[in-house]
């Protein structure tokens, strides 16, 4: 079992950055697939980005350029810098992993660890 816990949200303007961190515990996230995934009130869950044990990347084209997804496996963590931040990244942010070499995967049903999620409010 591996416990994925996310921090980092929180309250920003419009314009502004954020960077979110997920830490793993219980098992090595080296060899794990990982994405950023989030929900917004009323809405369904939607992809945010990923990154694979080779540290590729695929990213949502709604925060292309914004987002970067990093991985330090030394320290079983995962990140999401945000920058350019806008009212509609608003949402609850989840980290998700599953032990596997793949390509980055933007479905969420791919994986099966999932943090509490951490919450981002970006006022306009």
């Known amino acids: 079992q591996v416990q994925l816990v996310e921090s980092g949200g929180g309250l920003v303007q419009a314009g502004g950055s954020l960077t979110l961190s997920c830490t793993a515990s219980g098992r090595t996230l080296s060899n794990y697939g990982m994405g950023w995934f989030r929900q917004a009130p009323g809405k369904e869950r939607e992809f945010v980005s990923a990154?694979?044990?080779?540290?590729?990347?695929v990213y949502a084209d709604s925060v292309k350029g914004r987002f970067t997804i990093s991985r330090d496996n030394a320290k079983n963590t995962l990140y999401l810098q945000m920058n350019s931040l806008k009212a509609e990244d608003t949402a609850v942010y989840y980290c998700?992993?599953?032990?596997?070499?793949?390509?980055?995967?933007?479905?969420?049903?791919?994986?099966?660890?999932w943090g509490q999620g951490t919450q981002v409010t970006v006022s306009s």
């Open positions: 990154i694979n044990w080779n540290s590729r990347v």
């Open positions: 998700a992993g599953r032990d596997a070499f793949a390509t980055p995967v933007p479905r969420g049903e791919w994986y099966n660890y």
